[in-house]
């Protein structure tokens, strides 16, 4: 199962997404596939954030993304893992950003592996499965 994270949401909304995106998202499961609060987030202020084409990309994500992906709240199992692993990182010197850290978070709490194109920062999170499909 699958948590898919901010650039691959970004990417399957914009006008002409990833080849290899779209064929390994068709040879998924619908019912594997899900994303995070904090991703919904990422995404509705990187709409708001542009000022063109808000309603377009706000549209997009409501109408054509959201209906098949169901959300994943960064709730309390999330929270625990959340702040085990920033101690560990802390500790290791290893510092992520916050958003990535509670992505990474919900996916460990649900055992799911992150699809993201932004592989060298959640590869730091210990015990986290992660895959890029942006690659060919």
Known sequence: MYLLDTDILSNIVKRTPSTA???KLALIPQEAQFTSSITLG?????AYKLQTHTNLLLERLEKALL???????????????YGEVRAELERQGTPLGEADL??????LSRDLT???????????????????WLEA
């Open 21 to 23: 995106l779209v064929a």
């Open 42 to 46: 990422e995404m509705v202020y990187g």
């Open 67 to 81: 209906p098949h992906v169901p959300v994943l709240p960064f709730d309390g199992d999330a929270a625990r893992r």
């Open 102 to 107: 509670r992505i990474g978070a919900i996916a």
């Open 114 to 132: 992150v699809v993201t194109g932004n592989i060298r920062h959640f590869q730091l999170i210990p015990g986290l499965s992660v895959e890029n």
